[in-house]
């Protein structure tokens, strides 16, 4: 199943050193694949590295697509960490 997501990070620190360690760990519970997007540049949402060369600010838009059997679960917890919410 792909399920596909756009989000504007809410959280104050972007998407950067803590939350984007969070998401990875978040991601990686998860079977399917996750991808994320901003702009033209797209990176494997199970990557740190990956996640923080997107250099995604607080307002920045982002595009989650998640393939797999758990894609529904892993957008809606990758949404909190996105909205800064405690997932």
Known sequence: MLIEKKLTIQNE???HARP???FVQIAN???SDIVVKKGRQEVNGKSIMGLLTLAAEKGAKLHIKAN???AKEA???LEKVILGETP
């Open 13 to 15: 620190q972007g998407l």
């Open 20 to 22: 984007a360690a969070i």
């Open 68 to 70: 797999g059997p758990d």
């Open 29 to 31: 519970k998860y079977e």
């Open 75 to 77: 957008v809606e917890d």
